[in-house]
C-alpha cells in the first residue's frame, strides 16, 4: 500500500481545523502524514494542529494558499500527495477511496470525488451552488480537466517540478492546466467525499469573493487551452450571465433545484461580482 501524505494549507481556521482533523486521524486506511502548513495565524490554528499529531510547517509572514500547498508537498513524501482544506471534512473512508481509484484507474495523474454541502448560513449555500456545481455527489466518475484542491491526490511523481503559483484563488486550476499539459490526466470518482464547512460569514463576504474568483478565472485560460476562454476573447458575452444557465443544467434533477431557484436573485448579483473581477484581471493581463 502506498504512503499517503496529507497536505492542508491553514489561516485562522480554528473554528474548523479541529473536525478536518479528527476525520483524518480515524480514516479506515489512517494517513502516513499529515502536514498542515500554517499561513501565519493568530488564532491558535498551528497548536490546534500540533494537539492532533500534525507535522506543522509555520510562516510567521503571509503566504497564500498556492505557496502554502508547494511548501506542504515539497516536505510531503512519496507514494500519494493528498490535499484538502482546512474547512473540510473528508468522509471516513477517504483515503481508502483515493487509495482505490488509483488502483482502478492506473493512469490517472490525480483522482478527487465529490464535494459536499456542510454549509451553515446563506453566504456559505451560495459559495456552495455558485463554486461547486461540478463537484456535486451526483456527478458520474471520469476524466475532468481540473478538481479544487479542497478534495484531490496526485501521484507522488507525476506532481514533480510543478508548483503551485503564489494566490489565493485559481491556483489549482493553473496547477492542473500544467499536469494536462505534460500528459498527465485527472479523475473524478465521486466515492471520493469531503463535506465542504466555510467559515464565511455575511453576503459581502460572499460577494467579494465571487470577485475574487473572476479574477481568478482569467490567469489559467491565458495560459492554456481551457473551457472558456470564448469570454475572454469576447468579454460581453459574460452580460447574458451564462453561468447561471450553466448552474441551472446542472441542479435540474438534484435536490439543490429549489435552493438555487430561491437564492438565485443573490446568485445573479454574485455573478455581477465575478465579471467585474473578470474584466479587471482580464486589463492587467492585457497591460
Not at 481540473?146 to 514533480?160: G, H, K, L, M, S
Request: glycine letters at 10%; proline letters at 5%; hydrophobic letters at 40%.
Amino acid at each position: 500500500m502506498k504512503a499517503v501524505s496529507v497536505i492542508i494549507p491553514c489561516h485562522n481556521a480554528r473554528g474548523t481545523l479541529g473536525a478536518c482533523l479528527e476525520a483524518l486521524r480515524t480514516q479506515t486506511v489512517k494517513p502516513s502524514e499529515v502536514i498542515v502548513v500554517d499561513d501565519a495565524s493568530t488564532d491558535g490554528s498551528g497548536e490546534i494542529a500540533a494537539r492532533f499529531g500534525a507535522v506543522v510547517i509555520r510562516s510567521d509572514e503571509p503566504l497564500s494558499a498556492g505557496r502554502a500547498r508547494t511548501i506542504g508537498k515539497a516536505r510531503g513524501g512519496g507514494g500519494i500527495i493528498a490535499f484538502t482544506d482546512a474547512d473540510a471534512v473528508p468522509q471516513a473512508n477517504w483515503v481508502e477511496k483515493v487509495l482505490s481509484a488509483f488502483e482502478r484507474y492506473p493512469e490517472a495523474s490525480g483522482v478527487g470525488g465529490a464535494i459536499l454541502d456542510g454549509s451553515r448560513g446563506i453566504a456559505g449555500r451560495l459559495e456552495y451552488l455558485s463554486n461547486f456545481s461540478e463537484y456535486i455527489g451526483s456527478r458520474k466518475p471520469g476524466q475532468v480537466s481540473t478538481i479544487p484542491t479542497i478534495n484531490v491526490a496526485y501521484r507522488y511523481e507525476a506532481i514533480q517540478g510543478i508548483d503551485f503559483i503564489p494566490t489565493t484563488a485559481g491556483e489549482d486550476t493553473t496547477f492542473n492546466a500544467e499536469i494536462g499539459s505534460r500528459g498527465g490526466c485527472l479523475i473524478f470518482d465521486p466515492s471520493i467525499r469531503v463535506t465542504h464547512i466555510p467559515s464565511r460569514r455575511g453576503l459581502l463576504s460572499f460577494f467579494r469573493n465571487q470577485y475574487r474568483c473572476g479574477r481568478a478565472f482569467v490567469y489559467p485560460r491565458m495560459r492554456y487551452p481551457l473551457r472558456g476562454q470564448v469570454f475572454l476573447r469576447y468579454p460581453l458575452l459574460l452580460l447574458c450571465m451564462p453561468r447561471l444557465m450553466v448552474l441551472l443544467a446542472r441542479y435540474l434533477f438534484t435536490e439543490h433545484l429549489i435552493s438555487f431557484i430561491v437564492l438565485l436573485p443573490l446568485l445573479a448579483a454574485g455573478e455581477v461580482c465575478r465579471t467585474a473581477g473578470v474584466l479587471h484581471q482580464r486589463r492587467v493581463e492585457k497591460s
